[in-house]
C-alpha cells in the first residue's frame, strides 16, 4: 500500500467543524479501523479543530489545513497545520479529572483527550506555523482494550 | 442531535440523541437551561441514543451540573454507549456523577 494523501483547507471558524470532521472520517474510514477507534479520531480532530477556531487567530481571521495520510504500513497520519499564535498542546497541563462538580474546572479536557487516546502526538513549529500530527497504528496493530 | 422530554413522578428525562459537538452543545445547554428556568430540579439524561459527546458537551454538562447543586437539583445519567463512555471514563465524569444502567434503574431511586 502506498502513500495516500488528501487534504482541505477551512476557514478557522466553528462553521467549518462538521465539514472538517465529516473529510477526516471519509478518509479513516477506509483504514478498516473499528467504530470505537473511529470515534476517538473524530473526537481528537474536533477537539485540536475546536481549539485553533477558538485561541488561534484572536480578533482575525485565518485559515486551518487539515491532511490525512495512511503510511505503508497502515499507519494513520491527520496532520493539523494553522498560522497563529504558537501554540503546542503537549506543554499544556493535565486537568484535575478527580476534582467534584464545585471543584471541576472545565479547561484543558480536550486537550487531555487527545494526549490520552492518541497514539503518538507531535507538534512543531515552523515558518511562523504550529504543525500538529495525530499518529495511530495501523488497525492491525493490537491495542490495549482498556486504555 | 435532538432532545426529547418527558416527566416521571419529579424527575425530567432528557432523552438526547446523535452528536453533542462544539456546534451543538449550545444547544443542548439551552434547553436544558430553559427547563431549570421552568423550575425543573431533577434531570436524568438519558443517553442510549447519544453516538458521539465532545469535551464541549462536558462542559455543557458540568455548566448546567454547577446550577443544578445550587438550587439543590440534581443530574444523573443512563445508558451510556461505547464512545461516550469511553468520554465520561477518560474525563473522570463517570466518577462524578451517577450513572445508571437504565432510565428504569435511575428512575427506581425516586
Same mark, same amino acid.
Given at each position: 500500500?502506498?502513500?495516500?494523501?488528501?487534504?482541505?483547507?477551512?476557514?478557522?471558524?466553528?462553521?467549518?467543524?462538521?465539514?472538517?470532521?465529516?473529510?477526516?472520517?471519509?478518509?479513516?474510514?477506509?483504514?478498516?479501523?473499528?467504530?470505537?477507534?473511529?470515534?476517538?479520531?473524530?473526537?481528537?480532530?474536533?477537539?485540536?479543530?475546536?481549539?485553533?477556531?477558538?485561541?488561534?487567530?484572536?480578533?482575525?481571521?485565518?485559515?486551518?489545513?487539515?491532511?490525512?495520510?495512511?503510511?505503508?504500513?497502515?499507519?494513520?497520519?491527520?496532520?493539523?497545520?494553522?498560522?497563529?499564535?504558537?501554540?503546542?498542546?503537549?506543554?499544556?497541563?493535565?486537568?484535575?479529572?478527580?476534582?467534584?462538580?464545585?471543584?471541576?474546572?472545565?479547561?484543558?479536557?480536550?486537550?487531555?483527550?487527545?494526549?490520552?487516546?492518541?497514539?503518538?502526538?507531535?507538534?512543531?513549529?515552523?515558518?511562523?506555523?504550529?504543525?500538529?500530527?495525530?499518529?495511530?497504528?495501523?488497525?492491525?496493530?493490537?491495542?490495549?482494550?482498556?486504555? | 442531535?435532538?432532545?426529547?422530554?418527558?416527566?416521571?413522578?419529579?424527575?425530567?428525562?432528557?432523552?438526547? %440523541?446523535?452528536?453533542?459537538? #462544539?456546534?451543538?452543545?449550545?444547544?443542548? &445547554?439551552?434547553?436544558?437551561?430553559? !427547563?431549570?428556568?421552568? +423550575?425543573?430540579?431533577?434531570?436524568?439524561?438519558?443517553?442510549?441514543?447519544?453516538?458521539?459527546?465532545?469535551?464541549?458537551?462536558?462542559? %455543557?454538562?458540568?455548566?448546567? #451540573?454547577?446550577?443544578?447543586?445550587?438550587? &439543590?437539583?440534581?443530574?444523573?445519567? !443512563?445508558?451510556?454507549? +461505547?464512545?461516550?463512555?469511553?468520554?465520561?471514563?477518560?474525563?473522570?465524569?463517570?466518577?462524578?456523577?451517577?450513572?445508571?444502567?437504565?432510565?428504569?434503574?435511575?428512575?427506581?431511586?425516586?
Amino acid at each position: 500500500m502506498d502513500d495516500n494523501v488528501q487534504s482541505i483547507v477551512v476557514p478557522a471558524h466553528l462553521n467549518s467543524l462538521q465539514k472538517s470532521v465529516a473529510f477526516v472520517s471519509s478518509f479513516t474510514r477506509k483504514l478498516g479501523f473499528d467504530s470505537r477507534r473511529l470515534s476517538e479520531i473524530d473526537l481528537c480532530v474536533e477537539e485540536v479543530l475546536v481549539n485553533i477556531f477558538n485561541y488561534a487567530y484572536p480578533g482575525e481571521q485565518g485559515e486551518v489545513e487539515i491532511s490525512c495520510r495512511s503510511g505503508p504500513e497502515g499507519t494513520l497520519t491527520v496532520k493539523i497545520v494553522d498560522s497563529g499564535i504558537p501554540f503546542n498542546i503537549l506543554s499544556s497541563d493535565d486537568p484535575d479529572i478527580s476534582a467534584n462538580i464545585d471543584e471541576r474546572h472545565i479547561g484543558g479536557l480536550g486537550i487531555y483527550f487527545v494526549k490520552q487516546l492518541m497514539d503518538r502526538v507531535e507538534y512543531r513549529r515552523e515558518n511562523n506555523k504550529n504543525i500538529l500530527s495525530l499518529i495511530n497504528n495501523s488497525a492491525a496493530v493490537s491495542r490495549p482494550v482498556d486504555k | 442531535m435532538e432532545i426529547n422530554k418527558k416527566k416521571e413522578k419529579d424527575v425530567l428525562v432528557v432523552s438526547v %440523541s446523535g452528536r453533542i459537538d #462544539a456546534v451543538t452543545a449550545p444547544d443542548f &445547554e439551552k434547553n436544558l437551561s430553559e !427547563s431549570i428556568g421552568a +423550575g425543573e430540579k431533577t434531570f436524568l439524561i438519558k443517553m442510549n441514543q447519544l453516538e458521539y459527546i465532545s469535551s464541549a458537551g462536558l462542559r %455543557s454538562i458540568l455548566a448546567i #451540573a454547577k446550577v443544578l447543586k445550587t438550587r &439543590e437539583g440534581k443530574m444523573i445519567f !443512563s445508558g451510556l454507549q +461505547g464512545p461516550v463512555k469511553d468520554v465520561f471514563k477518560i474525563s473522570g465524569f463517570g466518577s462524578i456523577f451517577t450513572i445508571y444502567d437504565t432510565e428504569e434503574d435511575a428512575l427506581k431511586q425516586f
